[in-house]
């Protein structure tokens, strides 16, 4: 017990540095740490969602970007139809653009987790290594469809020239933009603490451990698993909708399988299955890329060493570095 | 459409496809033989091409430059094999698809700075660049033909490689229990080094062949690695007949989309919208392919171990 109370601590420590850096970047005026923060916050959000299906489900999802993407093509092209007053959809039904936030959010959690259904019904069929290969295959599915559709300008994207609004709130305020994102964030990571914790994480667990017991006694593990497995996109999709109007610019590279690795590596990086683990990770990616980016153009050279290291040697990332064994697998 | 056009993108197909196969081909020994999942691969193909395109720069000859690809492939697997995938054989795979992205991103950038950022040209050796007729009008690049016969001896090589020699006796051994013939004495890390520096040739020569095709650049190995895993997938992973199978399949499917999608659906669309949505379907014709080869057979057309 006295681990777990550790990474309790630990927790609150994580939520409150990510909420201290952009406070006092705003102290001191620095608006570009302001915008670090908010993209770690995002990220970490990213993460959070992967973590559900990785974490918690044992589902090595190697196409998140594929969520990720479509929640910020959601919200992107909705906001793009609002700024140019056209229609998105005229049959079946008429859908305008918008760019109302609560719109863009639901429109995107709601793409991420009608597609995660389709793909996660066939992909689950399968498990390990094909699991791992199929959600990928499928991520560069529609990664490969979005850079040929001409009709949201392919591969090089859509600007956005405006952030969607909130009622009460100015969303082009950085500082708010970011609590915004702060406040999602720690909304999915209770979301998780409560989804694991209930009887249906209790049964997640399960199908993560031996589908066989599981299934052994009475509860068939496949819809369990598609059902977080939708679950997790959806937070993922959601993530991808900020990502896109934090950066005003929605393009395929928030699809392609770079990012489905990188979302993999905020997991691993802050520990698989920690609930806070995800922050970590991000923050750790972010400040590496900024600092070796800051010394050299081959930040990458070097990330790709320390992240070998990470994996060869330190087990159970940070938080299992810092706050000792918690799981019982 | 002529006789000769279709008999053109069939040879376009098959021509991916061998090429698909000697990548995949590779990909799947390791995976059978040490149950490991190397998204690497595609980077090796990267230092084939590469080495490749530089040798033949500096001393004028194509097929020299093959070789050194080759032996540059073969030796970075065996090195990279002995210093980071030995590691990884006793892990989950999601520790090797980590480890394996981190070394993506580590030869990627060590290639952009041994061989710059812009992209090498590697020309078709001189007496292949030419074409041969077809049977019905137009001609043929004869390059791609020796690509399609590169192929068909690399299949024919492996085959008789793992049936009929005594390391593909200890490959075969290895694939069904490895503590088993270490027991009987094979040195299994000589055995696994060998067998990864072998797949990495393949995908070296891969890279070399094709990168006479295109421009030889940093992440050239990662789409063709994509296709590669869609292509062990179907054929059923670990198994060489089904990446055989799963590249022509993926091949055919692939090319003759391109061909001729856009023209179905220019029966129905404007020609401006049948080109696009042609161009789409065409790039998820594989995804679909595979998906539906799945909901038939999970575990691939040829499942091993099963």
């Known amino acids: 017990m006295l681990e777990m109370r550790n990474e309790t601590y630990l927790n609150v420590g994580i939520a409150l540095l990510l909420l201290a850096v952009p406070l006092g970047a705003w102290v001191m005026d620095e608006s570009y740490y302001i915008t670090v923060a908010s993209r770690v916050a995002i990220l970490a959000l990213a993460g959070v969602g992967l973590n559900l299906a990785l974490g918690f489900g044992g589902m090595v999802s190697f196409g998140h970007a594929a969520f990720f993407g479509l929640g910020g093509y959601a919200a992107g092209v909705l906001s793009h139809h609002a700024f140019e007053g056209s229609v998105f959809l005229n049959w079946p039904v008429t859908i305008d653009g918008s760019d109302a936030t609560l719109t863009l959010w639901f429109a995107a959690i709601l793409l991420s987790g009608a597609v995660a259904a ?3 019904m066939i992909s689950l069929r399968t498990s390990g290594v094909y699991f791992i290969m ?15 559709l001409p009709t949201y300008n392919g591969e090089d994207g859509l600007p956005l020239y405006l952030r969607s609004s909130l009622p009460g ?11 915004v994102c702060y406040a999602l964030l720690l909304l999915a990571i209770f979301l998780s603490v409560r989804i694991v914790g209930s009887r249906f994480g209790a049964a997640l667990e399960c199908a993560r451990q031996n589908e066989t017991r599981l299934s052994a006694i009475g509860i068939a593990p496949y819809p369990v698993k598609l059902t977080a497995f939708v679950f997790s996109a959806m937070i993922t999709g959601l ?7 934090l950066n005003g610019f929605v393009s395929p590279s928030i699809l392609s399988w770079h990012l489905s690795g990188e979302i993999m590596i905020f997991v691993i990086l802050g520990g698989v299955g920690r609930f806070y683990g995800p922050i970590v ?13 800051g010394y050299t153009e081959r930040w990458q050279l070097f990330l790709g060493i320390i992240l070998l290291g990470v994996v060869l040697f330190a087990r159970g990332g940070v938080i299992g570095l810092l706050a000792g064994k918690a799981r019982h697998d | 459409m002529s006789a000769a056009f279709i008999f053109e993108q069939l040879l376009n197909s098959l021509q991916l496809g061998v090429m698909l196969f000697v990548m995949a081909a590779g990909l799947t020994l390791v995976f059978g033989v040490m149950g490991l999942i190397n998204l690497a691969h595609g980077s090796l193909y990267m230092v084939g091409a590469f080495f490749c395109a530089w040798v033949a720069g500096e001393t004028g000859s194509f097929w020299v430059g093959l070789g050194a690809g080759l032996v540059a492939a073969a030796a970075a697997g065996a090195v990279i094999e002995m210093l980071v995938m030995r590691r990884l054989y006793d892990r989950d795979h999601l520790d090797q698809v980590l480890a394996t992205f981190s070394l993506i991103l580590i030869f990627n ?8 950022a812009q992209p090498l040209y590697l020309d078709i050796p001189a007496g292949l660049a030419t074409s041969v007729p077809l049977p019905g009008g137009g001609g043929y690049p004869l390059y791609r033909l020796v690509i399609i016969g590169f192929g068909i001896a690399t299949a024919v090589g492996l085959y008789l490689l793992i049936s009929r020699t005594r390391l593909g006796m200890q490959i075969r051994a290895g694939e069904s229990d490895r503590e088993m013939i270490g027991a009987l004495g094979v040195d299994i890390n000589t055995l696994y080094t060998l067998v990864f520096a ?3 040739m ?6 070399a062949l094709v990168g006479a095709l295109q421009s030889v650049e940093v992440g050239m190995g990662e789409p063709v690695l994509i296709l590669a895993f869609v292509v062990i997938v179907i054929g059923g992973i670990g198994s060489i007949k089904g990446a055989l199978i799963g590249a022509i399949l993926v091949g055919l499917v692939d090319t003759l989309g391109r061909a001729f999608l856009h023209k179905l659906f220019a029966l129905a669309l404007p020609p401006a919208e049948a080109n696009g949505y042609g161009a789409a379907m065409a790039s998820m014709a594989i995804y679909l392919l595979m998906a539906i080869v799945l909901a038939w057979r999970p575990k691939g057309l040829f499942p091993v171990n099963a």
């Open chain 1, 134 to 148: 199929i959600t990928l295959a499928f991520a560069q599915m529609i990664y490969y469809l979005a850079i040929s």
């Open chain 2, 109 to 116: 950038e060590g290639t952009r700075w041994v061989f710059g």
């Open chain 1, 169 to 179: 709130l100015d969303m082009s305020d950085d500082l708010t933009f970011f609590f």
């Open chain 2, 202 to 207: 393949l995908a070296g020569l891969a890279g």
């Open chain 1, 118 to 120: 389709i793909i996660g």
């Open chain 1, 239 to 245: 993530a991808g909708a900020l990502f896109v109007e």
């Open chain 1, 281 to 293: 990770g991000a923050a750790l990616f972010i400040v590496l890329e900024t600092v070796i980016g």
């Open chain 2, 198 to 200: 072998i797949g990495a």
